[in-house]
């Protein structure tokens, strides 16, 4: 399997600019994650879907932020407009039915943003 | 309070030396707690994963769970500069989400 695959890598842009981050899950995942990593917050997650619905979304951070699950094998992440201080890496991860989890997330290598 | 609290680091040993990381939590009803390890520039890994109290060997890591004092630590025997990287604390919160700690970076030299 090629694992949880994120693009773009990098992103550069400018203050105001729309950002869109995709996410392909593992085939078969039934839940994906949507995390952001700075060095003073750590990990935080932002929204995770099972089922290709929304369960929680209370993570993130306003409503400059939206994210889609269109079908079970992608999901984007839109930042609109975007600010600097939204500057982060940005992780999609999947895992297994939630019923059997045992915390184990698959992480992507993450989508590095720098808004100037 | 934060509900998973993790010192930052860095820490920097020498090869071979034993290495305590360790993660303190607010809600005694925690019952899932997990060590992931990330290298520069790359997505978490799962490194392991611990019910409840007690220890958990696997190799030269143990994972250790003190409920009484919501304490998690990992211990690393005989380290490597392979096992230089960050090691993030998780806790798995009404099975379904996982809350992470900041973070500790180990760097260990030859």
């Known amino acids: 399997d090629a694992g949880v695959i994120q693009s773009p890598r990098h992103e550069v842009t400018e203050m105001g600019q729309e950002v869109t981050l ?23 997650l932002l929204i995770y879907f099972n089922n290709n619905v929304p369960i929680d979304d209370s993570g993130m951070p306003e409503d400059r932020f939206s994210a889609k699950m269109p079908n079970a094998s992608f999901s984007t992440l839109k930042i609109q407009p975007s600010e600097p201080r939204d500057s982060a890496v940005y992780f999609c991860a ?7 989890n045992t915390g184990e997330l698959f992480f992507g290598e993450g989508s590095r943003l720098t808004v100037l | 309070q934060k509900e998973v609290e993790q010192d930052p680091g860095p820490l920097s040993v020498p090869e071979g030396a034993i290495v305590s990381l360790n993660c303190t939590y607010s809600n005694s009803a925690f019952q899932y707690f997990m060590w992931y390890r ?4 790359k997505g978490p890994e799962l490194l392991m ?41 998780a806790i798995l919160y009404n099975t379904d989400k996982l809350i992470f700690g900041t973070g500790t970076r180990l760097q260990v030299f030859p």
Request: proline share 4%; glycine share 6%.
């Open chain 1, 22 to 44: 995709r996410c392909k899950p593992i085939s078969g995942h039934n839940s994906l994650f949507w995390y952001r990593q700075t060095m003073m917050r750590g990990l935080e």
């Open chain 2, 49 to 89: 994963y611990t019910y409840s109290s007690g220890n958990k060997e696997d190799g030269r890591f143990t994972a250790q769970v003190d409920k009484s004092s919501k304490y998690i630590s990992l211990f690393i025997r005989d380290s490597q500069p392979s096992d230089s990287a960050t090691y993030l604390c």
């Open chain 1, 94 to 100: 999947s895992s297994p039915a939630l019923a059997t």
């Open chain 2, 38 to 41: 990330q290298y520069s520039r």
